[in-house]
């Protein structure tokens, strides 16, 4: 007959099939009712209506967020007010609210607001007994960026007391790429298909548009690509620009501009021109034209991005020109409107000696060449987005061209689909990368706030990792990621460990069992797969095209930079990829003061050796170790700090929704599976050229490394 | 200042953009609460909590949706008891439910159940005060159906005194198809993408395929498909065998048995066999190892499920074999195991002067040659799937080897993601249809059935509008569909007004203005589709590939059956395809007693007179216009019986959510254009060969037939 345990899999189980309010749709953005009694009647007591200054799309998107988010903190209803009053959250820019504060008493002082337009403050004022909160700003998008700041606040359980914002963002385009194509399939994407339904746009505006903008306004990024970089040039044409247009007036109250990419050979493959040469006036009027037609679709279009002469797209190089020939042709196409061209500076030809090199080699002698309005993007390393890379070397290198960074949130080397990997330390490592650009110190991240160049254009892109799956980024942990992408974007000094648990806390709860088991297992996640993957400066040894799972022995690409052969070059004697002098050199393209840290197999960074140095199997690392017993111990340390985190996760059974709880064991399970997956089949095969044992201690292979060989996974997304 | 009018926009948008209570994931099963007092207060004394009889997953899933469904409806939990009283919910199998009925008195008779396995019933029986209520039937999940059946009740506000039900299922297989590939890429499919995750199959098990089976189940439908006819043999790999274990697994206590699409050639493919001869021995021996493999993943496995020699399949004629010699030898495979082929006859080539003829052509002279176990599967048109198309005639021919038919619930040429069409009365105009198959009176839906040889299995299978998009169909109202066929493979008896009722009730609410102005919009849906775009028997005139918009005029493509010309032939003298004894004679494929309603184009029902008459532009219709002028009339007539249906649909403003109704609003929006689109882009057309006006007193054409012409969609979904 029926029993009690029976009973309670089958109540979870109404609970997992029917509940879906904890699918992860809300992002982080949950506004869950405060569950502290003293600090909800506080909160009841301090907030009791909004009071609006002034009419603006972004003011009225303000009110609505505040209008939902208090509601739901506070679980009552929060009416909008006539007048100000005590208690009342006074919304509106500086100049339109200032004198509904002064007719409540002419005591009050103007609020001193950031001078950067979309820096705001928060600041609660005393007045009767409730007293008073301003949020206000020079421009309505502060305002509104103002309000995401409060409600943060008070669902992380601030105290009424602790409620004070004065922030002002770092970097100017804060941006995010969607790599999705016209079909809806995204490259390099994990999580479903493009949210962007490009055939029922532009008539049918899915409200999910709005939550997505939404959520970017909450972090403050403010400008998007919604379009691949292996561009397509039917989005430069009339139906796609009526479907952008809709897109860009739904995104436009949440501050956040449009970029579209560009496809270089445009003007051939849509009028039948038979060059796209640069200089050609042809060519030059044909952008022209066609800018100026999307400026009046979208008055406040950000600009092109754009993807020339790398992996197949055309670019100026066809016709003999340079990447600042092209670069500055769509510059002064959109100049006239304020428009910018981000170029992005991802290119590897096969000719090169080291793929590491190129960018470098192509870029360097052009900087102080291109308009103005010209910034160059360049991916956080030299080669594309690995667990680990070195600082790509233009950054120390570049210093009259405004460079944006590019990092990767969608995880196309990081575990894809199924890892739990939190990037904010990855990211920050690159940031604060000593680069010694002009001889001074000077991290990645001073370069690319361009200190020297106050009056430059700044920036930061995400290659985003969103899809049409109900929770957004496939794994809940992704949103970890595009959350700390767009927390970074706009103040890069935050930690990694704060915004961790700024994210638990409005994800899930704020009880503290859960933010430090959490935040601990999210600080150690990207170690740990370094660990697993690609320890000590491995690089590149992923499944061909998909980037799925190891293959440190594939070899049958066309291109040998296109081979993870290319990139370990494990033989008899050891493994890496000898950059220093007495290799590619590639090195020299760091200043001394980096390339000294790292040009000396002994004394390198051992996270970074085999980045530059080929070594021994025999080499004696700082621990006393071989290298390969230090691979080794790597590649077991790594499955054994996952395993630690899958334990962690284990506890939180009764912090958690079952349906959020469930979701997230499931793909440490799968997780777990392929760590031991990487570990086993890149010792097994380096082990062929080492010919030395895993230590007995640890648990064997279970598979040979013909088994791991056999492998085929044709329909690995994102390809 | 601040405004009424915005602040109720401002409210609006905040419902929209936050609230996804109401977005359509959970279809018909809402379960809330009863908005009649007095009848809450009814069902809350009657049903006071569930008792279980016997142990079993679908009895468990059974108690777990009625705990879902009661909670919800009642808005107060239900106690799992542990012995039955008076207002109990008696759930089991009646061999174990009677026991319990019998302890608690003699008088009590064992309840009638139906013989088939799959009925049920529902009674109420006097005891004490709130008397009790049971759900029971020869088998668990029949008791599941009918936990499902009172719950729909429940949902439709029925009084306690009219809960009863006896139901058993007039066919034996009631499937869906998902056209879905390996890539999650559906073909056809216009709600994203597949809802199968296989990259994370087999260990992440998304909730979603647990709702998919409860769906399912609460219509009845007992077999699925989850992989395209068009099929890929790498499904029959170890790896997809396990992904696909995981959903028989989640998919068994709901009733539903997999079957897999298999690809004829895949000895050869997996196995480097050199042919797939079917009476070669070793391809025997080959799909009997695989099909035993199968069975030890999958016990209950339902069979294959296979197109061949159909638009490029490889299939028993690339060996000079027939259809029966394929399916038989499949058959041999999967019978040891109970298991089923389902041999599609939708095949057409391209030597043939008519392709209207040809499914009958290859099948007919195999009546008689199939094993039992095998059933053929025939649209229930003779081409494929038209807004209206006459019974195929293999249903009036075949009489010794059972037909399943096939209806395509997703609407490739059906106005697809963005037209509300209800088909349950296109699926009951053919199942209606008279055959006098046999030269006795027999419809379409007796010859599935089997009349003549009750040991025969019987089955209708639909192809699947369901994927990844939230809602599950894309346009809400493809919901009803999924229900419809659902329902009528259930009970092919029930009108499509009580279907529609039904699903309406469940699905918003029950409130007398919107069940009768959505079920008014629902029924003269179809008829409304079939005039704007193939009136009069028009057919197969829509974009090539896509099957997307009109494309009359296409004459592109390289054989001639794929070309709009080839099925309107209009010409300067008339329109319509000659398929009398003066023409391809494909009437004569029909009983006389068919063809001779159809033969004389005076006399022919006109829904059929361009099917089967070429007919001048002058002909005189019964109503005594031209035919120019009833064409002409029906395309404008289309598009004013949808314009009243976006009329009807915005009356209920406030009778449904604003998440939901906004969803429709901007669905019909976009309906509107596009019939629109195809009066103009046809009309334009057609009159290129009447050479006749367009009456002065209709809304003029406000694009030229050129610019029609000129549309491209290189991305319109399906393809």
């Known amino acids: 007959m029926f029993k009690k345990t029976l009973l309670s899999v089958l109540i979870l189980f109404v609970l997992l099939s029917t509940s879906h309010s904890e699918d992860g749709y809300e992002l982080w953005l949950r506004y869950k009712k405060c569950d502290q009694p003293q600090l909800l009647a506080s909160y009841r007591n301090h907030f009791s209506g909004i ?29 909008l007010l006539k007048s100000p009053q005590e208690g009342a959250i006074l919304i509106g820019t500086v100049t339109e609210l200032f004198p509904h504060l002064q007719k409540l008493s002419p005591s009050f002082k103007r609020p001193v607001v950031p001078q950067k337009k979309e ?79 490009w055939h029922t746009l532009p008539d049918y505006k899915d409200p999910r548009y709005t939550d997505y903008a939404r959520a970017n306004a909450s972090l403050g990024i403010n400008a998007v690509t919604v379009t691949n970089v292996n561009a397509n040039a039917l989005v430069l044409t009339k139906p796609y620009l009526e479907k952008l247009q809709a897109l860009a ?15 270089f050979s445009a003007p051939i493959e849509l009028d ?29 279009f950000g600009g092109f991005l754009v993807k020339a002469n790398s992996e197949g797209q055309p670019g100026p190089q ?38 590491f090199k190129q960018a470098y080699e192509e870029f360097k002698p052009l900087d102080g060449q291109f308009r103005n309005n010209v910034l160059v993007q360049v991916k956080n390393g ?27 949130i969608t995880q196309e080397y990081l575990g894809q689909a199924t890892h739990l990997v939190y990037q904010a330390p990855m990211f920050k490592e690159v940031l604060n990368a000593e680069t010694f650009s002009n001889g001074k110190p000077a991290t990645v991240l001073n370069v690319i706030e361009q200190r020297l160049r106050p009056d430059a254009l700044t920036g930061i892109a995400g290659v985003a990792n969103i899809g049409n799956d109900r929770n957004w980024t496939g794994h809940l942990f992704g949103q970890a990621n595009w959350y700390a992408f767009g927390r970074l974007a706009w103040n890069p000094n935050l930690s990694s460990e704060s915004i961790a648990e700024e994210w638990i806390r409005q994800t899930f709860n704020n009880h503290p069992v859960t933010v430090q088991t959490v935040q601990k297992m999210m600080m150690g996640s990207h170690e740990s797969l370094v660990r697993y993957m690609t320890p000590l400066g491995l690089a590149h040894i992923m499944g061909n095209g998909h980037h799925y799972g190891p293959l440190p022995w594939g070899n049958t690409l066309g291109r040998p930079d296109w081979n993870p052969v290319y990139y370990h070059r494990a033989d008899s004697f050891g493994i890496g990829f000898n950059r220093t002098a ?39 690392m700082k621990s006393g170790k071989t290298l390969w017993q230090e691979l080794t111990d790597h590649y077991y340390q790594g499955v054994n700090d996952m395993r630690k985190m899958k334990v962690e996760w284990s506890g939180l059974v009764k912090k958690i929704d079952p349906e959020r709880f469930n979701h997230v064991s499931m793909l440490l399970g ?21 010919k030395m044992p895993i230590p007995a201690h640890y648990e064997q292979p279970d598979q040979t490394l013909e088994y791991y060989k056999s492998l085929r996974f044709p329909y690995a997304p994102g390809n």
Request: aromatic residues 12%.
């Open 582 to 620: 007495t290799g590619t050199n590639a090195l020299a393209q760091y200043a001394p003061e980096v390339r000294k840290q790292w040009e000396d197999s002994n004394s390198c960074d051992e996270k970074y050796l085999l980045w530059f140095h080929h070594v021994s199997w025999q080499h004696k």
């Open 382 to 408: 030299p080669i594309d987005f690995q667990p680990r890379e070195p600082f790509s070397p233009l950054f120390g290198a570049i210093s009259k061209t405004p460079l944006i960074m590019e990092f990767q």
């Open 119 to 197: 820096g705001y403050v928060v600041v609660r004022i005393p007045y009767k007994q409730h007293g008073l909160t301003i949020i206000t700003s020079t421009s309505p998008v502060g305002v509104l960026y103002g309000s995401f700041h409060l409600l943060r606040l008070l669902q992380s359980q601030t105290p009424v007391e602790k409620l004070a914002a004065n922030e002002s963002p770092a970097l100017d385009l804060r941006m995010l790429n969607h790599w999705d194509n016209l079909t809806r399939h995204v490259e390099r994407g994990y999580a479903g298909i493009a949210l962007w339904n």
């Open 272 to 300: 039948k021109f038979k060059t796209a040469d640069p200089l050609d006036e042809g060519v030059k009027a044909w952008w022209k034209r066609k800018t100026d037609e999307i400026y009046q679709y979208i008055p406040d």
């Open 670 to 690: 799968i997780q777990e599976k392929e760590a031991v997956w990487w570990r086993n089949a890149c010792l097994l095969y380096f082990q062929t050229f080492s």
């Open 249 to 263: 007036d739904i995104f436009r109250p949440y501050g956040i501009r449009l970029f579209l990419t560009a496809r």
């Open 51 to 79: 009071f609006l200054a002034g009419n603006h799309p972004s003011i009225d998107a303000a009110f609505s967020e505040m209008v939902h988010g208090l509601s739901g903190i506070m679980d009552k209803n929060i009416p």
């Open 318 to 355: 066809n016709y003999k020109r340079n990447h600042a020939d092209g670069a500055n042709m769509l510059a002064d196409a959109v100049a006239p409107h304020g428009g910018n061209i981000v170029w992005r500076a991802f290119v590897y030809n096969p000719e090169s000696d080291d793929r």
